[in-house]
């Protein structure tokens, strides 16, 4: 016979909703106190505990998160009664209750009990020495000292979104809220398709953490590494590497890993380890998300280069920093000979093909520190940090050498010469950027009043 602990403040309540189970072949061990009643089912695990939600010195979901934190009961079903409908379904919900019912629906719950019964694992908790370690009580005070933690830090784990469109902040934020929690030499985190990872540990340690979180995440020693650091302590290296995936919706985000000093992860770490992940998942998918939208804004959807309005805002952050170190910028714009013909007599879409084979010219045949852009139509522009004269001139020579290699992207066997021409401007003192681009437009005024397929200096 199964055993029932039920718990009611209400003697007639207690006695009828005790009655139905009793008939349904229930043993039923009847509580006013839900103290006493978690008391008994730490002692001496029931199949199913049935309380009300409003009962003196610990209501029913209290009593219910209790049962569900100890591991000698944790799988026992818990159900969950109450004189009013949607309030009590929404905190049996948060509870964690196996199932609720209102007092009027009192007939259907011993079939709802055998039906959870019926679906409830067969193995039993062990139990210990028959009785709880501490006061019932002080379990339900460490209970919700649990749940008020896990709360808080599930509520700043989801303030990160505020930093997403920024990674590099919200992975400081991310180092700082770990580093309070989880006593760890080191923490890294990669996201697929970023060229670099972050890394949080003691400046002193950044070669040896650096190493150890490339290995970990199984990166290129070419990868770079974005460093946070803060004084955690260095009294030894770290002899243990967690690995974790950082999931969404069922795959892998992006992947954490820590070394550890000590010997092992605590529980109460791999708690709040996992904790984090499952947070951060949504987090970073936001990020990603952001960016994706930030990305398409500042794209040519044809090349997949800067668009105009991005390579703009880019110039006005090189023409920042030139203010700040003096640094100078090579501006080379070039525009495609005679292109109109081409979209003419063979059509935009042999057009079109032409115009992504010069864009992938321009990512092969300039630097990764360079700014590529399509400025309008057939003309495009590059931007060339610390760029000397001579150096630019140099990759306008290659690039114009190179344009007729931009035919072999349409696919057609008539051979046909693509060719562009090219004007150069240099930064000097007082620049601006308007004046950069006027002057290199100038120049390439110059290159087509000359002939064409030619590169010119302002």
Known sequence: MDRIILVEALPLLREMLAAPLRDAGFEVELHADPVEAAASALARPPAALVAGLKLPRMNGAQLCRLIRSNPITALIPVFLLDGEERKGRFWARHAGASGFCTHDQKAGLAPALRRLLAAAPTATPEVGDGAPHLPVLEQLATTMDRALFEQILTSELRALSSFCGDINALFAELARLAGDLIAYHWMALHVPGQGYFHLHTNKAAVTESKNAALRALELEGGVGCASYFDQRPLSSCARLVRVRDVPYAGAAIAKLAIGISKGSLQPEDEAILALMLSELGGVLNTHLAMEQ?????????LTGLMNRRSLLEALEHEYARSCRQGTGLALLMMDMDHFKAINDTLGHATGDKVLQGVARLLREKTR?????????GEEFIVA?????????MRVAERLRAAIPEAWNATGLSEPRRVTASFGIAI??????????????????????QNGRDRVEVD
């Not at 939208?293 to 959807?301: E, F, G, K, L, V």
């Not at 060339?384 to 630019?392: H, K, Q, R, V």
């Open 293 to 301: 939208i930030r990305s398409q804004a500042a794209t040519d959807a």
């Open 368 to 376: 990764a520190s360079d700014l590529c852009a399509r400025w309008g």
């Open 384 to 392: 060339m940090p610390e760029t000397s004269l001579e150096g630019a």
């Open 427 to 448: 930064s000097s003192p007082g620049w601006s950027v308007e004046s950069l681009i006027a002057s290199a437009d100038r120049a390439l005024y110059a290159a087509k």
